[in-house]
C-alpha cells in the first residue's frame, strides 16, 4: 500500500475551543463575529458582544449545575443560538452533545442515556415534549431549556452573580485531549454510534483549512469573509464549518433550512464570501438556472454556455496541472461573450460574492464541478467523517482535480488496502465510539481509520471515491456493483433527483428513481401537459422515454452485466421527513428498500 500525507502545520493547538472566543475579542474587539436576523434585517455582533454573551451564558450555566465534564444535549435547527451554547458549554468544560431536531422520542432517549446529559438545550415545544415523553428513563437528566421561550435570557439573569473568574478558571482546564463533543453518525446502517472528538481533533482540522485555503474563504473585494451556515449543526459537517469561522474570525449567518426554496433567498439576502455545501445545492441551483433559461426561451444559450463553462475549467485544470496550455483565445471569447448573459445570474443566486465553495456530504460529479467553475465559482469537493472531525481530504486552492476528493490535509495520511478500502490517518482522527470498544478497535489500528469507503488514489495524490464496502451490490450471477458513481451518473439528468440502484442476489440491476418536483412541472408545462397531477405524469410514455435516455447514458458508463436493466419512476422524493435520508441528505438504503419493497418486487416480477 502506497501511502499519500501532506506535512503537518508548524505549530500544534493549545488550549480549548472557546479561546478563541476571548482571544479574538481581545484582539479586535469590533470585529464583527456574528450577523442575527430579526425581522428579515442582518444585525451585527462584534467579537467583544459575543465573547460577553458567551461569559455571561457559561456563568447560568454554573448556577444551574453544569460542571466540568458534564454532558448537555442541544437539539435544535442551525441557529445562533446553538453557537452560543457550544462556546458557552466549552468555556466550563461541558461537553454539548447534538441531536437532530427531527430526532424521535426513542432516538433522544437513546442518545441522552447513552451520554448521561444532565440537561437539555430545544428549541420549541414540540421537541420539549418529545424530550418530557422520554424523561422517566433519563434519571441524570435536569433540565430541559426552551430557547424559544428565552432560556438564554434566563440562563444569563441567573448568572449575573457569578464572578467572571469561575468561568476562566474552567476554562484554562480545557486542554487539546479534552472531550468536546459527542456527535453521533448518520446511521446508515445500524444504530448511531457517538463519536468522541477532542478541542484537539476540531480545532487541527479548522486550522489546517484555515492555513491551506485562507484565499477560498476571503472575499475578493477586500471586505470581511462571511458565511451563512445553514448546515446542521448535529453534523460535523456543520460543526467544522462553525469552529472554523470563530477561529478565523470569520462573520457568520445561521439558518435553519437546507430546502432551496427556503435557502437560496437567504443566501441573495446574506452575500457570502464563501460557503460549506453539499452536492445537492448545486443541483438546484444548476436545474433552476436551466428552467429560468427555458422558461425565457433562452435554453439553447444556456446550454451553450453550459459547454463553454466545462470546457473552459478543463483548460484551466490541465494548465494548473501542466498538462496543457489553458484556454485557446477563441475559447476566451467565447466565454466572456456568456459572462454577463449566463454567468454572472448563476452567481447572483448565492449572492453574487461567492468565487469559491467547498463541497462535502456525498459525491459532486465532475461535470457539474468544471460548469459551477467556469462560471465563476470554483467547487473544492472534500471528504471526510463523523470519525475524522468532518474533511480529511480536500481539493487544493488552484490546483482541483474535478471529480475527485482532493489531497490529504496538511497533518492526514491516506492510503488505499488491498480491497480498495480507504485508510486515514491524521490529528482530526477521533479516539474512538462512546460506550463500544470492540467498534472503537475494529475501526481503529495503530492510528489509522479505517473508513469503510472504497477509492483509488492517482499518482499526485488526489482521492476518487467509488462507494461504501457495506453498499456493494453482488448479482445472483456473481457480479459486484458499488452503485454510487451510477446512481450519481443517472442525477445528471435535470428531471432526476434521485436513484437508489438495487440489485443484490438479483438476476440483474435495477433502480428506483424519484424526480425533482419543480423540474418536472416545468417539464409538463413546456409540453403543455401542466394539468397533469403526478401520479398521471409518472405513466407518460415521453416521460418515461426521456428518463430511459438518462439511464441509458449511465449504463454506457459500465459493463453490460452492470447496467440498470429497468427502473421504477417513485411519486415523490426520499426526504428527512420520511427518515428516508440522512441529516446529510444521505440516502438510507436499507430503509428505502423496506418503504419500496413491493416496487422492488415489481422490477423483477417479469
Known amino acids: 500500500m502506497r501511502e499519500f500525507s501532506s506535512p503537518a502545520l508548524g505549530a500544534g493547538v493549545t488550549g480549548g475551543l472557546a479561546d478563541s472566543v476571548f482571544d479574538r475579542a481581545e484582539r479586535e474587539p ?86 448521561a446529559a444532565v440537561a437539555c438545550v430545544v428549541e420549541d415545544e414540540d421537541q420539549a415534549m418529545t424530550v418530557g415523553a422520554v424523561c422517566d428513563a433519563l434519571p441524570e437528566l435536569t433540565g430541559i431549556w426552551q430557547l ?63 492555513a491551506g485555503w485562507e484565499e477560498v474563504f476571503r472575499d475578493t473585494g477586500g471586505g470581511q469573509a462571511a458565511t451563512l451556515l445553514f448546515l446542521p449543526l448535529a453534523h460535523v459537517y456543520g460543526r467544522i464549518t462553525q469552529v472554523v469561522a470563530v477561529r478565523g474570525g470569520i462573520r457568520i449567518g445561521h439558518h435553519g433550512k437546507v430546502s432551496a426554496d427556503s435557502l437560496l433567498p437567504a443566501l441573495a439576502a446574506f452575500r457570502p464570501t464563501f460557503l460549506h455545501a453539499v452536492p445537492y445545492i448545486f443541483e438546484k441551483i444548476h436545474r433552476r438556472a436551466r428552467e429560468a433559461a427555458e422558461s425565457a426561451g433562452k435554453l439553447e444559450v444556456f446550454d451553450q454556455a453550459e459547454r463553454v463553462a466545462v470546457e473552459w475549467a478543463a483548460a484551466w485544470e490541465r494548465r494548473a496541472h501542466r498538462e496543457g496550455p489553458g484556454p485557446s483565445p477563441a475559447l476566451r471569447v467565447r466565454h466572456a461573450a456568456y459572462e454577463r448573459l449566463v454567468y454572472q445570474r448563476v452567481r447572483a443566486v448565492l449572492g453574487g460574492r461567492v ?36 474533511p480529511i481530504t480536500a481539493n487544493p486552492p488552484r490546483r482541483p482535480r474535478f471529480g475527485t476528493v482532493g489531497r490529504p490535509l496538511p497533518g492526514a495520511a491516506v492510503v488505499i488496502a488491498e480491497d480498495g478500502e480507504v485508510w486515514v490517518r491524521g490529528d482530526g482522527v477521533f479516539s474512538g465510539y462512546l460506550n463500544h470498544p470492540r467498534c472503537s478497535d475494529e475501526a481503529l489500528y495503530r492510528g489509522w481509520l479505517a473508513t469503510g469507503d472504497l477509492g483509488s488514489m492517482d499518482e499526485h495524490g488526489y482521492l476518487t471515491l467509488t462507494g461504501r464496502k457495506k453498499e456493494l451490490i453482488v448479482t445472483s450471477s456473481g457480479k459486484n456493483l458499488a452503485p454510487a458513481v451510477l446512481e450519481e451518473r443517472v442525477r445528471t439528468h435535470p428531471l ?67 447496467s440498470i436493466r429497468a427502473f421504477r419512476l417513485l411519486p415523490r422524493e426520499f426526504s428527512l421527513e420520511d427518515g428516508l435520508l440522512t441529516p446529510s441528505l444521505k440516502i438510507r438504503r436499507a430503509a428505502v428498500a423496506e418503504r419500496y419493497a413491493a416496487d422492488i418486487e415489481e422490477l423483477y416480477a417479469g
Open 355 to 390: 468565487r469559491a465553495v467547498m463541497s462535502g456530504g456525498s459525491m459532486l460529479g465532475r461535470e457539474l464541478g468544471l460548469f459551477f467553475a467556469g462560471a465563476g465559482m470554483t467547487v473544492y469537493e472534500g471528504y471526510g467523517l463523523t470519525e475524522t472531525a468532518a
Open 30 to 115: 469590533r470585529l464583527v463575529q456574528l450577523s442575527r436576523q430579526v425581522d428579515g434585517a442582518w444585525h451585527p455582533v462584534t467579537a467583544a458582544q459575543f465573547r460577553d454573551e458567551v461569559l455571561a451564558l457559561a456563568k447560568g450555566l454554573l448556577t444551574r449545575g453544569v460542571r466540568y465534564g458534564d454532558r448537555v444535549a442541544v437539539m435544535s435547527a442551525t441557529r445562533w443560538e446553538w453557537t452560543l451554547f457550544d462556546y458557552a458549554l466549552w468555556s466550563i468544560g461541558a461537553i454539548p452533545v447534538p441531536v437532530y431536531p427531527t430526532a424521535a422520542a426513542e432516538q433522544v432517549r437513546w442518545i441522552l442515556a447513552e451520554t
Open 148 to 210: 424559544d421561550r428565552g432560556c438564554v435570557a434566563q440562563l444569563a439573569a441567573d448568572g449575573r452573580g457569578v464572578p467572571d473568574a469561575l468561568v476562566h478558571r474552567q476554562r484554562v482546564g480545557v486542554t487539546p485531549d479534552s472531550l468536546a463533543t459527542v456527535i453521533y453518525t448518520s446511521g446508515t446502517t445500524g444504530r448511531p454510534k457517538g463519536c468522541l472528538l477532542t478541542h484537539g481533533n476540531l480545532a487541527s482540522v479548522a486550522d489546517a483549512l484555515l
Open 496 to 562: 432526476i433527483a434521485q436513484c437508489l440502484v438495487v440489485g443484490d442476489n438479483r438476476p440483474y440491476v435495477a433502480a428506483l428513481i424519484t424526480l425533482d418536483p419543480t423540474a418536472l412541472a416545468h417539464w409538463l408545462k413546456a409540453r403543455g401537459r401542466a394539468q397533469l397531477e403526478v401520479w398521471q405524469a409518472l405513466s407518460d410514455q415521453e416521460l418515461h422515454h426521456e428518463v430511459q435516455r438518462a439511464v441509458a447514458a449511465a449504463n454506457t458508463t459500465v459493463s453490460r452485466a452492470e
